[in-house]
């Protein structure tokens, strides 16, 4: 997927790469991107660029945004792909992480022109673009869990393994018996099981919508994907690097020695919550965009299930709480001037992602299991206890916020 430029990242509405019409139907397209994961590489025969680009005449921002299919062969002949296409990789980045996937300058048209060929519509490049977008958001928010249950899994090895300490029998004891160490695992564990699941019930939205066989279902079970895609994406790279840090941390001195591997995956997740959409980016669109899914009603079915849960599982009182610091923090961005939800919205999202992930781990917990029992009661005591704090930072935070963001651009 091509869309960075230098100057147009969150911001598409600032690119400047252009395509014209060749008399046979094809385009030629000039311009440059950057940050192209696998612009180039030898491991394919082949690689089908999606780029986007702008047409002569096409109107400003993002509605005037097309998207190419370009392919670095071009069909010779014979039928085999041998023409070198007038695209180049003109250098690779050198990265904090993910340093086994190259991330690559590409220029198009230097000697006259790339050859592509137009996807879909002219100028709704971007919505055939999202189709992607949202599938690769849900991944990359896998990523996130992928690499926090890596590090939460290499963390609890080392914990049950290392010594140091008096236990309870006075010889040296694992560190994991260790109530400090305990916690830090326990957190690893909680947040990636959350952020599962989490993901989870987003796919299992997904896959509904498309099987639905009435309307109006698959329009809802639409929405609620749309409306979890966000979180999904955000929350689970957050915690992704929040779990890869305590990682470290279980380490110790170890951890900060690439040897160990604790600190590659730290290295590696940060990438995360950048890309797909800054983290703050997705904030911005669950606030803006998800919570209006059918005049809030998307949101409003999922507070209720939310409710549900919490009320149907008392062991854990704190979810009550947490559901009910979410649902006054969602009433007030209803509300809200936009500036102002703007500036909440970040911690809503997380404030979401507890309420919501501590309720379907509760859910969970109901199998009786005591692993899963433990776990839950964990996450809903001392995670989810940090939901009406978070409410807080919602509702007068982001008030004070803007205030604080003024005094600085001053
Ligand atoms: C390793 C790697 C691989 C990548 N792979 C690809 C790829 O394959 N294809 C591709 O097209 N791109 C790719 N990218 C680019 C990536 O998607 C962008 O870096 C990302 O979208 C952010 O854009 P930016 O870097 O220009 O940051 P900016 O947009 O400049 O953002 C800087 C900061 O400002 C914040 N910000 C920006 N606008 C707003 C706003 N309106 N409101 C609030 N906050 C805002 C952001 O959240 C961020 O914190 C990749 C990047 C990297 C590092």
Same mark, same amino acid.
């Given at each position: 997927m091509n869309l960075t430029e230098p100057q147009a990242g969150s911001d598409l509405a600032l690119l400047r790469a252009r395509a014209e019409r060749n008399d046979d139907g094809s385009f030629r397209l000039f311009g440059q991107k950057i940050f192209i994961t696998y612009g180039e590489h030898d491991l394919s025969d082949n690689i089908v660029h999606l780029v986007l680009a702008r047409l002569p005449g096409a109107p400003p921002g993002t509605r005037g945004i097309s998207l190419f299919l370009t392919p670095k062969f071009l069909p010779d002949a014979s039928g085999g792909f041998t023409r070198r296409n007038d695209l180049r990789c003109a250098g690779i980045e050198h990265k904090l992480g993910v340093n086994g996937?190259?991330?690559?300058?590409? $220029?198009? #048209?230097?000697?006259?022109?790339?050859?592509?060929?137009?996807?879909?519509?002219?100028? &709704?490049?971007?919505?055939?673009?999202f189709t992607m977008m949202n599938n690769a958001r849900l991944a $990359? #928010? *896998?990523?996130?869990?992928? *690499?926090?249950?890596?590090?939460?899994?290499?963390? *609890?090895? %080392?914990?049950?393994?290392?010594?140091?300490?008096? #236990?309870?029998? #006075?010889?040296?004891?694992?560190?994991?018996?260790?109530?400090?160490?305990? @916690?830090?695992? *326990?957190?690893?564990?909680?947040?990636?099981?959350?952020? @599962?699941?989490?993901? %989870?019930?987003?796919?299992?939205?997904?896959? @509904?919508? &498309? @099987?639905?066989?009435?309307?109006?279902?698959?329009s809802r079970k639409r929405e609620r994907a749309g409306l979890l895609t966000p979180i999904a994406k955000a929350f689970s790279t957050d915690i992704g690097n929040e779990v890869a840090s305590l990682g470290v941390q279980v380490f110790g001195g170890m951890g900060f020695i690439e040897e160990a591997g604790a600190s590659q995956l730290l290295r590696d997740v940060r990438i995360a919550a950048i890309y797909e959409g800054t983290n703050g980016i997705q904030a911005i669109d669950l606030v803006t965009r998800k919570l209006k899914l059918s005049g809030g009603a998307a949101l409003t079915r999922e507070i209720d299930d939310m409710r549900a849960s919490a009320e149907s599982a008392a062991e854990f009182g704190a979810l009550r709480e947490a559901v009910a610091a979410f649902e006054s923090a969602s009433r007030f961005m209803e509300s809200a001037e936009p500036r102002v939800a703007l500036a909440g919205a970040t911690p809503y999202l997380r404030l979401f992602a507890l309420a919501r992930g501590g309720t379907l781990l509760a859910k969970g917990a109901a199998s009786g299991e005591p692993r899963r029992i433990a776990i839950a009661r964990f996450f809903a005591d001392n995670l989810a206890v940090a939901a009406p704090g978070l409410a807080k930072v919602v509702t007068a935070g982001a008030a004070s916020t803007l205030e604080g963001g003024a005094a600085l651009e001053a």
């Amino acid at each position: 997927m091509n869309l960075t430029e230098p100057q147009a990242g969150s911001d598409l509405a600032l690119l400047r790469a252009r395509a014209e019409r060749n008399d046979d139907g094809s385009f030629r397209l000039f311009g440059q991107k950057i940050f192209i994961t696998y612009g180039e590489h030898d491991l394919s025969d082949n690689i089908v660029h999606l780029v986007l680009a702008r047409l002569p005449g096409a109107p400003p921002g993002t509605r005037g945004i097309s998207l190419f299919l370009t392919p670095k062969f071009l069909p010779d002949a014979s039928g085999g792909f041998t023409r070198r296409n007038d695209l180049r990789c003109a250098g690779i980045e050198h990265k904090l992480g993910v340093n086994g996937s190259p991330t690559c300058t590409m $220029v198009y #048209g230097d000697a006259g022109g790339a050859t592509a060929f137009l996807v879909g519509e002219e100028n &709704k490049g971007l919505a055939c673009m999202f189709t992607m977008m949202n599938n690769a958001r849900l991944a $990359v #928010g *896998l990523q996130g869990v992928a *690499l926090a249950e890596r590090a939460t899994q290499q963390a *609890l090895a %080392y914990a049950r393994e290392r010594r140091q300490g008096r #236990g309870e029998g #006075g010889g040296a004891a694992p560190i994991v018996q260790h109530p400090d160490v305990a @916690r830090m695992c *326990l957190t690893m564990t909680a947040l990636t099981q959350a952020a @599962r699941a989490i993901c %989870y019930e987003t796919a299992v939205s997904l896959d @509904r919508a &498309k @099987r639905e066989a009435d309307p109006a279902q698959a329009s809802r079970k639409r929405e609620r994907a749309g409306l979890l895609t966000p979180i999904a994406k955000a929350f689970s790279t957050d915690i992704g690097n929040e779990v890869a840090s305590l990682g470290v941390q279980v380490f110790g001195g170890m951890g900060f020695i690439e040897e160990a591997g604790a600190s590659q995956l730290l290295r590696d997740v940060r990438i995360a919550a950048i890309y797909e959409g800054t983290n703050g980016i997705q904030a911005i669109d669950l606030v803006t965009r998800k919570l209006k899914l059918s005049g809030g009603a998307a949101l409003t079915r999922e507070i209720d299930d939310m409710r549900a849960s919490a009320e149907s599982a008392a062991e854990f009182g704190a979810l009550r709480e947490a559901v009910a610091a979410f649902e006054s923090a969602s009433r007030f961005m209803e509300s809200a001037e936009p500036r102002v939800a703007l500036a909440g919205a970040t911690p809503y999202l997380r404030l979401f992602a507890l309420a919501r992930g501590g309720t379907l781990l509760a859910k969970g917990a109901a199998s009786g299991e005591p692993r899963r029992i433990a776990i839950a009661r964990f996450f809903a005591d001392n995670l989810a206890v940090a939901a009406p704090g978070l409410a807080k930072v919602v509702t007068a935070g982001a008030a004070s916020t803007l205030e604080g963001g003024a005094a600085l651009e001053a």
